[in-house]
């Protein structure tokens, strides 16, 4: 995303075209080397919606005026959020019959040298910061075992 429509800034809100005049308003702190980014928790939540859950690689954020919207950002300190990112935005909408529906992503970006330890990433590979997608009802342990089971 290089620049948002004023029609996708009302509809998803402000907080998207300040992401989108200036990236930065998501991160709180860089490490001692200023390279990598931590994510602003608390601007999320104050700006996005509350905290959902979190996984290896990523965190996932409600989005308070659009409840059937899930906000997906990547952890700052590992590629693989940002990569499980891009593959969302590759796959899910191209079956649209198997996965919820990717509504908007960051740009692609570039990864820095110092955090993927100097490597080359694939040319096909996507690298976003954050994807808002369709939410979808999870299931717990427990549920998913009865679910099968059905």
Request: no cysteine.
């Amino acid at each position: 995303m290089t620049e948002i429509s004023p029609a996708e800034a009302k509809w998803f809100g402000p907080a998207f075209q300040a992401i989108a005049d200036d990236p930065s308003v998501l991160v709180s702190a860089w490490d001692k080397e200023g390279k990598v980014a931590m994510r602003d928790d608390a601007w999320i939540e104050e700006n996005i919606g509350p905290f959902l859950g979190a996984g290896y690689s990523r965190a996932a954020y409600a989005m308070k005026d659009h409840p059937n919207l899930v906000f997906k950002v990547a952890d700052n300190m590992v590629d693989e959020g940002r990569y499980t990112n891009g593959e969302e935005k590759k796959m899910f909408n191209k079956y649209p019959e198997f996965f919820p529906r990717v509504w908007m992503t960051s740009e692609h970006m570039d990864l820095d040298p110092h955090i993927r330890g100097g490597g080359k990433p694939r040319e096909d590979n996507l690298y976003l910061d954050w994807i808002i997608v369709d939410r979808v009802k999870t299931f717990e342990r427990g549920d998913l075992e009865e679910f099968l089971k059905k």
